[in-house]
């Protein structure tokens, strides 16, 4: 049970885990999931009395896991990155690969845009990060020097300076100058290793979270830990809503909303499904997504459910 969400719809989208999600800026109607069945879905959310979500088109093309997904701003391409070593660029109205992109020698575990969209990075098991064009063409590769180093998380920042923020299995985010090829900073406090990583709409936090159940606030401007929130157990991912101070968390068997501003827990939404399907039974949430408002939450399961949370007004 929830306090201040509904359930609005609870489908199942993928045969396996849906490891990440995307809301068009363009149209909030249309909706795109990336899963460990290999495949990416368009959805389109029709808004009548009872609202539903229907698979519009399903992507193929990966040969393993699809571990990430970025959509462009306009709506029309997506970049998603997988366990086959390579990334894809789609093109979402044909449904049809625009360009393969091939260089990292391991799983690929992160991908995203540049704001302008004309570039692209990729973070991969194989410990490099990878700075492309449009065209496939692999511009740089940045290596950090520590073990464990799967990356798992890379992102472009708004900052004067061209940077890009990344961070390793093992818990150690990096803030990177594109021009220098250098760590311009480096901030580590997790006890054990990192599932997730979410930066703040403005770009000023970041939060991380994984095996200890903390999850760690970082200042990425002046690049220090600010404060840290117990979830009570391992998180599996998190994220941030984009018009107010709230930050939500997921363990295996809920997602915590906390409040930044009191650092107090506004709400507990229980993610377990009591149904007949065993597979969805014990499904804890692996990847969320507010839409543009901030009034509703998409949340992809380890079962390959899909549900939306609408915030009560």
Sequence with gaps: ????????????????????????????????????????????????????????????????????????????????????????????????????????????LSVCFSKDERQIISGSRDGTIKLWNTLGKCKKTYKENTKNNWIIFVYFLPFEAPSFISCSWDGTIDLWDISSNRIKNRLKGHKGYVQSIAISPDSSLCASGGQDGDVMLWDLQEGKHLYSLYAGGKIHCICFSPNRYWLCASTDNNILVWDLESKEIVDKIETKDNGIDKSTRNSFCVSMMWNRDGLSLFTGHRGGQIKLWKLNS
């Design 1 to 108: 049970m929830s306090g201040i969400f509904t359930i609005e719809f609870n489908t199942k989208g993928h045969s396996d885990s849906v490891t990440s999600l995307c809301v068009s800026m363009e149209n909030s109607n249309i909706v795109v999931s990336s899963s460990r069945d290999k495949s990416i879905v368009i959805w389109q959310i029709n808004r009548t009395e009872d609202m539903v979500i229907i698979p519009v088109k399903r992507l193929k093309g990966h040969s393993h896991f699809v571990s990430d997904l970025k959509l462009s701003s306009d709506g029309q391409f997506c970049i998603s990155s997988s366990w086959d070593n390579s990334l894809r660029l789609w093109d979402i109205k044909s449904g049809k690969t625009i360009q393969n992109f091939l260089g990292h020698q391991k799983d690929v």
